[in-house]
């Protein structure tokens, strides 16, 4: 135990009901108490708990079996966990973020990825990457669902540009011979959603509706169901150590719920080790092939997103493999939960997927101290 404090960690969180008002709160109470191992305090804050002139906040720190909001002098690290649910705590947070680039007193423990067709435009330039990225465009309507349909043998995947845990995520199959055509996926509440339509009009008019007011992204559907029939994909979790460098903490395998077109946890999906589920699915040799590509792409692509976007502290890393045994990059998520790898089984991982974030800043704060000595 670190008799020391070196510096202050604010996560910051989004704004909920109940108590305490933030959300994300099992894993900021297990950072709170990691902290002190690590000489680090750390508190919570929302958006507008932030004073204007980045000097003090109103934030929560944990301790005695409880929360208690008080006034803290502004953190030396900001750990952004907030996933947006109000456009108000949107704009209040990308003033603070976008004021960490000329910050001197404190820093960003890291910067956010922009949406999927940003970082899509990114990752194809790299030629070692290309054959690994699904054909992605930017849906602008019902010109280009026909066209995808008609290029991508009658299927396609409809993506939120900045979505996640498959929300508002739709797969769209048309039967050229009977006419009809079938809508599935999940809304905003990530509730099941599933639509036949008799007409390509009343289709795709419904298709407007669902996606109105966001961006979305085009692919093909891929096929990667299981044995079982499940939609399964590959996470892996790469983050920064105390030495500030990249390593592979863990990696999991997401099978959804029956009859899901996606494998997010958040859709009733469960997690599973990846060497056992894909030798039951191709067979050992294959398996070991698959997550040797899985690996390598993965240490390859951080990197790479560092350099155009800035720096970053950790990312999931999403692949998908086909019914033919192809690997497919699904996404990237600069803001990954950890709740795949906790449940894979391995507790070595679950432990760095939490501690990481604690070295990484500790690393951030002595770098601070000796810049300032």
Same mark, same amino acid.
């Given at each position: 135990?670190?008799?020391?404090?070196?510096?202050?960690?604010?996560?910051?969180?989004?704004?909920?009901?109940?108590?305490?008002?933030?959300?994300?709160?099992?894993?900021?109470?297990?950072?709170?108490?990691?902290?002190?191992?690590?000489?680090?305090?750390?508190?919570?804050?929302?958006?507008?708990?932030?004073?204007?002139?980045?000097?003090?906040?109103?934030?929560?720190?944990?301790?005695?079996?409880?929360?208690?909001?008080?006034?803290?002098?502004?953190?030396?690290?900001?750990?952004?966990?907030?996933?947006?649910?109000?456009?108000?705590?949107?704009?209040?947070?990308?003033?603070?973020? @976008?004021?960490?680039? /000329? !910050? &001197? %007193?404190?820093?960003?423990? $890291? +910067?956010?990825?922009?949406?999927?067709?940003?970082?899509?435009?990114?990752?194809?330039?790299?030629?070692?990457?290309?054959?690994?990225?699904?054909?992605?465009?930017?849906?602008?309507?019902?010109?280009?669902?026909?066209?995808?349909?008609?290029?991508?043998?009658?299927?396609?995947?409809?993506?939120?540009?900045?979505?996640?845990?498959?929300?508002?995520?739709?797969?769209?199959?048309?039967?050229?011979? @009977?006419?009809?055509? /079938? !809508? &599935? %996926?999940?809304?905003?509440? $990530? +509730?099941?959603?599933?639509?036949?339509?008799?007409?390509?009009?009343?289709?795709?008019?419904?298709?407007?509706?669902?996606?109105?007011?966001?961006?979305?992204?085009?692919?093909?559907?891929?096929?990667?169901?299981?044995?079982?029939?499940?939609?399964?994909?590959?996470?892996?979790?790469?983050?920064?150590?105390?030495?500030?460098?990249?390593?592979?903490?863990?990696?999991?395998?997401?099978?959804?719920? @029956?009859?899901?077109?996606?494998?997010?946890?958040?859709?009733?999906?469960?997690?599973?080790?990846?060497?056992?589920?894909?030798?039951?699915?191709?067979?050992?040799?294959?398996?070991?092939?698959?997550?040797?590509?899985?690996?390598?792409?993965?240490?390859?692509?951080?990197?790479?997103?560092?350099?155009?976007?800035?720096?970053?502290?950790?990312?999931?890393?999403?692949?998908?493999?086909?019914?033919?045994?192809?690997?497919?990059?699904?996404?990237?998520?600069?803001?990954?939960?950890?709740?795949?790898?906790?449940?894979?089984?391995?507790?070595?991982?679950?432990?760095?997927?939490?501690?990481?974030?604690?070295?990484?800043?500790?690393?951030?704060?002595?770098?601070?101290?000796?810049?300032?000595?």
């Amino acid at each position: 135990m670190k008799s020391t404090t070196l510096g202050t960690l604010g996560i910051m969180c989004c704004r909920r009901a109940g108590s305490p008002p933030f959300s994300d709160e099992g894993y900021c109470r297990k950072l709170s108490v990691l902290g002190k191992k690590y000489g680090i305090r750390v508190i919570v804050f929302r958006p507008s708990d932030a004073s204007r002139d980045r000097t003090f906040v109103h934030g929560f720190i944990y301790g005695e079996g409880g929360w208690r909001q008080t006034r803290f002098p502004f953190p030396d690290i900001v750990y952004d966990r907030c996933l947006f649910h109000t456009g108000r705590e949107f704009k209040l947070a990308a003033s603070l973020l @976008s004021d960490s680039r /000329a !910050a &001197k %007193g404190w820093t960003l423990w $890291s +910067r956010a990825l922009p949406g999927k067709w940003q970082v899509y435009r990114i990752l194809k330039k790299d030629p070692g990457l290309l054959p690994y990225l699904p054909p992605t465009e930017i849906y602008r309507g019902k010109q280009s669902l026909l066209e995808a349909l008609e290029s991508y043998g009658g299927e396609a995947f409809l993506k939120p540009k900045g979505g996640s845990q498959g929300k508002n995520a739709l797969y769209i199959r048309v039967n050229r011979e @009977s006419g009809t055509w /079938a !809508a &599935k %996926g999940r809304d905003s509440q $990530s +509730r099941p959603v599933e639509k036949i339509f008799r007409s390509e009009a009343a289709a795709v008019r419904w298709v407007t509706e669902f996606t109105e007011n966001r961006t979305y992204i085009i692919q093909p559907f891929l096929h990667l169901q299981g044995r079982n029939g499940r939609s399964f994909d590959t996470r892996v979790l790469m983050q920064k150590n105390e030495k500030g460098l990249w390593m592979r903490t863990g990696t999991a395998v997401r099978e959804g719920a @029956s009859g899901s077109i996606t494998s997010n946890l958040h859709g009733g999906g469960k997690a599973l080790p990846v060497l056992p589920y894909l030798s039951g699915q191709f067979g050992a040799d294959q398996a070991k092939r698959l997550t040797s590509v899985i690996s390598q792409l993965s240490e390859k692509i951080p990197p790479i997103l560092e350099s155009h976007f800035g720096r970053l502290g950790e990312l999931g890393i999403d692949f998908g493999i086909d019914t033919k045994g192809n690997v497919w990059l699904l996404e990237v998520n600069s803001k990954p939960g950890r709740t795949s790898i906790r449940q894979a089984g391995d507790p070595d991982s679950a432990v760095l997927a939490s501690e990481n974030p604690l070295r990484y800043a500790r690393y951030l704060l002595l770098r601070q101290l000796r810049r300032v000595n």
